[in-house]
């Protein structure tokens, strides 16, 4: 299993939404929400269009059983707007296309495994490597980090990570510190 990382420049961030938006409704409001909520996958798939009408989402996640409260950046707010106008409140946010295969069942959100392979021919277009479901939470983690590397207690927090090692190891910074440190030995 690899391990999947951030996507850390930023340009590519925004050329990846720009793509979502362009080819996709759904898929381009699913990035979004996710790097910029550092929501886990499972957490997004399940969201219904009435926890988003608001300001603020509050979920229960689906890993840990613990309350989330966060807010919905401002930035994507109108596109969120504009993609549940008309929906209802207990509609799937991100819903499949495609019958459920078990139940027969349509109005079913979006499975895991067809959202790593829209990430990965995304992340592929671009020239991505090591992207899975994981990308997009460890991408908004990884921006928060780098836009001030003091609030790294404050990411441990909103991650559940019980050290900051842990959340350093998790963002993929650990290896880019290392790299950095090694690149910048010199002998003479």
């Not at 921006?143 to 909103?158: E, G, I, Q, S, T």
Request: with cysteine; aromatic share 10%; charged share 25%.
């Amino acid at each position: 299993m690899n391990f999947v990382q951030p996507i850390r420049d930023p340009t590519v961030v925004e050329a990846i939404k720009e793509h979502f938006k362009i080819t996709n409704e759904r898929n381009y409001i699913f990035f979004c929400l996710g790097i910029y909520s550092g929501l886990r996958v499972s957490d997004l798939l399940n969201l219904k269009v009435g926890l988003v009408r608001g300001t603020h989402i509050e979920i229960r996640e689906q890993k840990t059983g613990k309350k989330k409260r966060f807010i919905i950046h401002p930035d994507i707010r109108p596109d969120l707007d504009s993609y549940i106008s008309g929906m209802k409140d207990q509609d799937f946010l991100f819903p499949s296309r495609q019958k459920k295969r078990s139940s027969g069942l349509p109005n079913r959100p979006l499975d895991r495994s067809s959202a790593y392979k829209m990430l990965n021919i995304a992340a592929r277009k671009f020239g991505l490597t090591d992207i899975g479901c994981h990308t997009m939470r460890k991408t908004w983690g990884y921006h928060l980090y780098m836009a001030d590397p003091r609030n790294l207690a404050l990411l441990m927090k909103m991650f559940n990570h019980s050290t900051e090692t842990t959340t350093l190891m998790y963002l993929g910074l650990t290896q880019d510190m290392m790299d950095a440190a090694i690149t910048r030995l010199r002998y003479a």
